[in-house]
């Protein structure tokens, strides 16, 4: 389970999220939905600590994963990393063979056994629904799949470490719609081993894929509340608005 | 009409400035390739000159047994004591007074044809007009041409030395190679760590405070950076080494790595930086350690540009003059060890072009030297080429 409470986020002087708490229960879909710059890519971010590479961040507030706070000083990042994996916006394969993609968190952390690695990585490929699809290209570079592959790809390297948590970040942007069904298809399928949490700019996508939705609008957390609730019936004013396209 | 004619004036301008680039290009081309051939023309000259001194000749008496001698043997005749007896023309003019040599000189080939019949073990050294002609007792030595072998394989560089000069280049380029190789081992270790601190553990501030500085320090001219060495540098050696004299390899050496340095540092930091934060990303959300994804995704996703600085701090290093002439002590002798003078091919033009008369032979020897350098400078960048053409990013799949 994720939790957040009174989350305050600033870049330098910009204040990003304001007072957002939210609670998202394991096995589930969360979608993350609202304009640019609205503040859920951030959002996001804040639970495997990627907000960390950013200079002059601050935040406050509490955020707890099954209970532990992961911003306490003990807290171990790339462990944590280890538990909470993400997918891009883009696809970001490594430079180097389909299988070194997959099997780069395996190595990294600390596994050298050669079968146990190949298992891993069909493992993760199967899950990732494209192991039939590369079985042959295993050693072949990751930049000779088209791009829903290589995001497929970054999907199966998240899940090859066995990550509890499966953060995506507009995994489907960049994709065509062939791709993209294919990703979300996997979402459905993904949910009921992992805890997902999704941001999207589509909000069908958001409709079809998660069972409960956050609306983020200036850094603030405007509805939250289970999606098919959200989308026929929203709360909030400025919710409607967006959802019917007025605005964003 | 008018806007046909519009037309018909940015065709025209399209094809002036296509023209302009192309022949820019051209030139740049041209004189590049007519400078390497010029080079190598000079340079050539080299080995069609005669390892005697131009313009004399060596006699010796017809039934000496001496057949051909070398430029070493030569040297050794008229340096050192040996069975030989040297002569040159001043002991000539030490014997006779100059009416006793005659009006211009004319009775001067006679006497010296005299004095080769006395003395069997005589070799004279003589300015080739005053050899004496149809005498039966005197022999006057073929001369034979510069060879490559004793060029490229001479282990000593006299180019002044009379009778006949010794051009031997492997001092100097030994010379070049060991302050050369001793500077990189210097300046790699150090570059890669300041590289390495600079992209990845450096903070912003602290970051945009020492790049422009260090990319200042490539700004210094090298006469600054030998003269730091001269006064700073060598006496520190001197002192500390407890050494004879200060100017060495080592000082060489580490004058370049300070000067290659620079050059290593901004290139291949901008090769890491240039990593793309998509890359980073990933391996860190993958839980990998800041180190981790340094070496194994920034270091080879940046390993052409890193290889490429290492190659421009090579080239630095090979090709500097200045600083290296200033704190090496300009010896050309076989490199031995660190703590002792050597003298590189760079320093050695620069240091006696200009006292070697042009079209002789020590000027052509020069001009190989050159050539012999802007081969290593070739070998170096080709050597980069095949490196970086073989980079994480081309290859298929590692």
Redesign the interface.
């Known amino acids: 389970m994720i939790e957040a409470k009174n989350i305050d986020f600033y870049y330098g002087d910009f204040h990003a999220l304001k007072n957002i708490s939210m609670k998202m229960e394991a096995h589930t879909v969360t979608a993350f939905i609202g304009p640019s710059g609205c503040g859920k890519s951030t959002f996001l971010r804040l639970f495997?600590r990627?907000n960390d590479?950013i200079?002059a961040t601050r935040l406050t507030g509490e955020c707890r994963i099954d209970g532990a706070d992961i911003y306490h000083k003990s807290v171990d990042v790339?462990?944590l990393?280890?538990k909470v994996?993400?997918v891009?916006q883009?696809p970001?394969?490594?430079?180097?063979?389909?299988f070194?993609n997959v099997a780069?968190?395996l190595?990294?952390?600390g596994m050298t056994d050669k079968n146990r690695i190949r298992q891993r990585v069909e493992a993760a490929l199967t899950g990732a629904a494209l192991w039939d699809e590369v079985k042959d290209k295993l050693?072949?570079?990751?930049f000779?799949l088209s791009g829903g592959q290589q995001q497929r790809l970054?999907i199966a390297?998240?899940l090859a470490?066995s990550p509890a948590i499966l953060l995506m970040d507009e995994p489907a942007s960049a994709l065509d719609p062939v791709s993209t069904s294919k990703i979300e298809d996997l979402i459905h399928v993904l949910k009921k081993e992992y805890t997902l949490v999704i941001v999207t700019h589509n909000m069908q996508q958001a409709a079809r894929v998660s069972d409960k939705t956050g609306f983020f609008m200036l850094g603030e957390l405007v509805e939250f509340s289970d999606t098919k609730k959200m989308f026929l019936n929203p709360e909030k004013e400025e919710t409607q608005n967006y959802l019917t396209g007025r605005f964003g | 009409m008018k806007p046909d004619l519009l037309r018909c004036k940015r065709k025209g301008f399209r094809l002036f400035a296509e023209a302009l680039f192309t022949l820019s290009g051209t030139v740049t081309t041209v004189v590049i390739l007519l400078i390497i051939l010029f080079l190598f023309k000079e340079g050539a000259g080299l080995f069609r000159s005669n390892e005697v001194e131009k313009g004399y000749s060596l006699c010796v008496h017809a039934s000496s047994p001496v057949e051909r001698l070398s430029p070493a043997q030569i040297k050794q005749i008229f340096d050192y004591e040996t069975e030989w007896i040297p002569f040159r023309l001043e002991d000539l003019f030490d014997r006779y007074s100059e009416e006793e040599l005659g009006k211009d000189y004319a009775l001067l080939p006679g006497k010296l044809g005299e004095e080769i019949t006395k003395e069997p073990k005589l070799v004279a050294f003589v300015p080739t007009q005053y050899v004496p002609t149809g005498l039966p007792t005197v022999r006057v030595l073929p001369g034979s041409r510069i060879g490559w072998l004793r060029f490229f394989g001479g282990k000593e560089w006299m180019p002044t030395a009379t009778p006949a000069p010794l051009f031997g280049v492997l001092p100097l380029l030994l010379g070049t190679l060991w302050v050369s190789l001793f500077a990189i081992l210097i300046a790699l270790p150090l570059g890669l760590g300041a590289t390495v601190y600079l992209s990845e553990l450096a903070g912003e501030k602290m970051r945009r405070l020492l790049k422009p500085a260090i990319e200042l320090l490539a700004g210094i001219p090298s006469v600054v950076y030998g003269f730091f060495g001269l006064v700073v540098l060598v006496p520190f050696l001197q002192r500390t080494g407890g050494l004879p004299v200060g100017e060495t390899a080592l000082a060489g050496s580490l004058i370049l790595a300070i000067m290659a340095l620079p050059t290593i540092i901004t290139v291949a930091e901008d090769a890491m930086r240039n990593t793309p934060k998509a890359l980073r990303e990933a391996s860190l959300a993958l839980g990998a350690t800041r180190w981790q994804t340094i070496y194994r995704v920034v270091f080879p996703a940046s390993v052409s540009g890193i290889s490429a600085a290492i190659v421009l701090g090579i080239g630095r290093a090979v090709g500097e003059t200045m600083a290296v002439l200033m704190v090496t002590g300009n010896a050309a002798v076989m490199p031995s060890s660190l703590l002792e003078p050597v003298r590189t091919i760079p320093a050695t033009i620069a240091a006696e072009l200009g006292e070697a008369p042009a079209g002789g032979a020590h000027y052509q020897a020069l001009f190989m030297l050159g050539c012999i350098l802007f081969l290593i400078t070739l070998l170096i960048s080709t050597a980069a080429e095949i490196i970086s053409g073989k980079s994480f990013y081309n290859k298929k799949g590692i």
């Open positions: 495997n990627m590479l200079d790339d462990e990393r280890k994996g993400m891009f883009k970001n394969p490594f430079p180097k063979s389909v070194e780069y968190g190595r990294v952390g050693k072949k570079s990751a000779e970054c390297r998240a470490i």
